[in-house]
């Protein structure tokens, strides 16, 4: 099949997305983050979906966690597709991946969080421009965004075959993220409560999403402390009282995170001195 290149002026992978989504004349546009790999039978996979449910607007698929080392959270070693392929031959899977079950409840659940692969992202391309694509100018979550915006469409449909391998390494957003992306998060967040031209479906009230959204403040803060920069550690917090109203949320995403593991772990010794002292009596 022969590949078209087009350059374009360098502006983030937003940019590039929406750029290939408009040169492309395909009914469905698919993604592949650089550093991720498919399986060979990804795309004759999503074909048969859509001849069988011609209905769907979006689809995802489960996938396979590797590195060049595999650490404790990885299923397997491979630097390559072939060494992929031929891993998985005995790999035993490791990562639940129900969260990624939205349909029918795709737009609630994805304001808690991403509940997508973008290397596996299939969407009709109408939909997706119709969604705004992806938004520009943005340091993270651009994915997120597209996923939020996708779901007031249609509902995004989960393959239940892993038909990709999502590499792992140190340079991952959830490990080396910045102030910066810290803040574009939480503004992303804010933005999904806002008014839209978009339909809105059925989802809970925002109190129900404390949990997720303290994780992401709290994300964004030890970002902040991490880079000494006060200015965006005031500016997180000042974004996070829109999505985050009661102050007692945003003050236990404001401890740092050893000491709540400290917390964590002296709770969990004091439970079990309890038990002890109970079954002594």
């Not at 595999?70 to 991946?97: T, W």
């Amino acid at each position: 099949m022969p590949i078209e290149l087009h350059a374009i002026e360098h502006a983030g992978v937003a940019a590039a997305r929406n750029a290939g989504v408009r040169h492309a004349r395909a009914d469905w546009v698919c993604f592949l983050d650089d550093d991720d790999l498919l399986h060979p039978d990804y795309l004759s996979r999503l074909v048969a979906e859509v001849v069988a449910a011609p209905h769907i607007g979006a689809m995802n698929a489960r996938y396979w966690s590797f590195a060049a080392h595999a650490g404790p959270d990885d299923e397997f070693s491979a630097s390559n597709l072939d060494e992929c392929l031929e891993a998985i031959r005995m790999a035993v899977a490791k990562k639940d991946l129900k969260y990624l079950e939205i349909e029918g409840r795709s737009f609630d659940l994805l304001l808690e969080r991403l509940r997508g692969s973008m290397s596996t992202a299939a969407v009709r391309r109408e939909l997706l421009l119709r969604a705004g694509g992806f938004p520009h100018g943005m340091v993270t979550a651009e994915d997120w965004a597209m996923y939020v915006n996708v779901a007031r469409l249609t509902e995004w449909r989960l393959l239940g075959e892993r038909l990709a391998f999502f590499r792992d390494h140190a340079r991952t957003a959830t490990r080396s993220g910045s102030a910066l992306q810290g803040l574009t998060a939480l503004r992303v967040i804010r933005s999904f409560w806002m008014p839209s031209t978009l339909p809105t479906p059925p989802h809970r009230a925002l109190s129900a999403y404390r949990q997720h959204y303290r994780h992401v403040l709290g994300w964004a803060l030890q970002a902040c402390w991490r880079a000494h920069d006060l200015r965006a550690y005031l500016d997180a917090l000042a974004i996070a009282r829109d999505i985050l109203p009661r102050r007692t949320d945003r003050l236990r995403a404001a401890i740092p995170m050893w000491l709540r593991r400290h917390a964590r772990r002296f709770r969990r010794q004091s439970l079990r001195l309890r038990r002890c002292s109970s079954r002594q009596r």
